[in-house]
């Protein structure tokens, strides 16, 4: 169990519509990253928050934004969907512990965009 | 540019039949490299870090350890239950979030 939790599992959306995913961390965890995984790839970073500020952006273009707030709960809002944007969307939260970094990750969010 | 290369990409063994996947890197000031185990339609569940040539961690049956510019990890004996897609990760700079992902081996036990 990592403690972070993401909503919905999944939905269906179509061409140009917006969509907004939540994730939530345990307490303390200040960092969430969101990923989006495409079938058969690996996890590419889209951005990064740090105390509700964005600290990092990974090749994605800025209809992709994102929140975090006090309470370790943050989204992921994709704006003007495109066919592309199908896939496994992944938020994790980061923690150092006893000197390892750990990167926990949530169940994600399967998108279909038709 | 940071690049993480996983081979092979899909693997077959027979239960109890030893291995290793491999991890290559090219990436400047590696903070530390991250290994997941997914299962279809999951997020990623947390294995192991390393962070300096020399290092080995284990778990159970999997062995994680680094060099320089790669990264094993063995299986020993491997059951069924340890078919899934083994990803590779790396994190640079001082900032511990961003992590550059390879494209996985998938693996699969046959009993």
């Known amino acids: 169990e990592t403690g972070v939790t993401q909503s919905p599992t999944h939905l269906i959306k179509t061409r140009g519509q917006q969509v907004t995913l939540r994730c939530s961390s345990q307490?303390?965890?200040?960092?969430v990253s969101w990923y989006q995984q495409a079938l058969g790839q690996g996890p590419q970073f889209i951005f990064q928050?740090?105390?509700?500020?964005?600290?990092g952006r990974g090749n994605f273009p800025p209809r992709f934004s994102g929140l975090q707030f006090p309470n370790y709960s943050s989204e992921l809002n994709v704006n003007a969907l495109e066919l592309d944007d199908s896939a496994l969307y992944l938020c994790?939260?980061?923690?150092?512990?006893?000197?390892?970094?750990?990167?926990?990750f949530g169940p994600g969010t399967r998108l279909t965009v038709l | 540019e940071d690049q993480v290369t996983q081979s092979p990409e899909a693997l077959r063994l027979q239960e109890g039949e030893s291995s290793s996947l491999n991890c290559s890197y090219t990436?400047?000031?590696?903070?530390?490299l991250f290994w997941y185990r997914q299962d279809p339609g999951k997020g990623p569940e947390f294995l192991f870090t390393?962070?300096?040539a020399g290092e080995e961690k284990e778990k159970e049956r999997l062995k994680a350890t680094l060099t320089k510019k790669e990264s094993f990890l063995h299986i020993t004996a491997p059951k069924p239950e340890d078919s899934a897609t083994y990803l590779c990760?790396?994190?640079?700079?001082?900032?511990?979030?961003?992590?550059?992902f390879g494209r996985g081996t998938q693996l699969t036990v046959w009993p």
């Open positions: 307490s303390g965890h200040n960092t």
């Open positions: 928050y740090y105390r509700e500020e964005e600290n």
């Open positions: 994790a939260s980061s923690l150092k512990s006893g000197g390892t970094d750990t990167q926990y």
């Open positions: 390393l962070y300096s």
């Open positions: 990760a790396v994190n640079r700079g001082s900032t511990l979030g961003r992590l550059y």
């Open positions: 990436v400047s000031g590696l903070r530390g």
